[in-house]
């Protein structure tokens, strides 16, 4: 079974541009989250969906990320404009089960990581 | 809001030690938990998952339990070996999946 795949994995940015990230879940899987992991840190939740509406964005910078996920498959992360603490990994996870049912075990992706200058 | 905090922040051991990991939760009120493993560079390998109802869980030499009512999990290795040299993440779950993460431990088993 293939796992959740990101790209790309490397970026490196100039402050004030854009950038986006895309991942595909595992087939099948109905929940889509989008972490962000500083250097030293644990991940941290951006967004989460449900197929293709949103459940929780509440920890994402609206004025400079945007993400969507269009037929509840594939997804894409866009920051702009990138500040110099948007250096991170971003990190794609899926999961099985709809809301409210899961044994919510994620799996993650090998992340997307950023570096703005 | 849930926090979660892992100890040691970084541990370094002989091959063959067995160790242990604390994690402890805020917010009794979870819904499971889980515990990673991050290799440099890598995205994250889901390790043992322990629902709210359940005491432990067991995979080879990994040994996870859970004390909801106290707050706090631990990561039990055997035997440790080189290969297991990575840092270790433990994350508390919600009914509807959002993970909340620890800081994560940095372990190195040396040879």
């Known amino acids: 079974e293939a796992g959740v795949a990101q790209s790309p994995r490397y970026k490196i940015i100039e402050k004030r541009q854009s950038v986006a990230f895309w991942c595909n879940p595992i087939?099948?899987?109905?929940?889509l989250y989008w972490y962000q992991q500083i250097l030293g840190q644990g991940p941290k939740l951006l967004i989460q969906?449900?197929?293709?509406?949103?459940?929780?964005d509440s920890q994402l910078p609206k004025d400079r990320f945007s993400a969507e996920r269009l037929k509840g498959v594939d997804s894409t992360l866009k920051i702009q404009p990138a500040k110099l603490e948007d250096s991170a990994v971003y990190l794609c996870?899926?999961?099985?089960?709809?809301?409210?049912?899961?044994?919510?075990?994620?799996?993650f992706g090998e992340g997307s990581r950023l570096t703005v200058l | 809001k849930q926090e979660v905090t892992q100890i040691p922040a970084a541990l370094s051991v002989p091959e063959g030690e067995n160790l242990v990991l604390n994690c402890s939760f805020t917010d009794s009120a979870i819904y499971n938990l889980q515990w990673f493993r991050q290799d440099p560079g890598k995205g994250l390998t889901s390790l043992l998952l322990?629902?709210?109802?359940?005491r432990e869980q067991t995979s080879g030499r990994l040994n996870a339990s859970l004390d909801k009512s106290s707050g706090r999990s631990t990561l039990y290795i055997a035997a440790s070996q080189p290969g297991d040299s990575a840092t270790y993440l433990c994350a508390v779950g919600t009914s509807y999946g959002k993970l909340t993460f620890g800081q994560g431990t940095i372990l190195t088993v040396h040879p």
């Open positions: 969906f449900q197929n293709n509406g949103v459940v929780d």
């Open positions: 322990i629902q709210s109802s359940q």
């Open positions: 087939s099948g899987h109905a929940t």
């Open positions: 996870a899926s999961s099985l089960e709809p809301e409210g049912a899961n044994t919510g075990e994620l799996f």
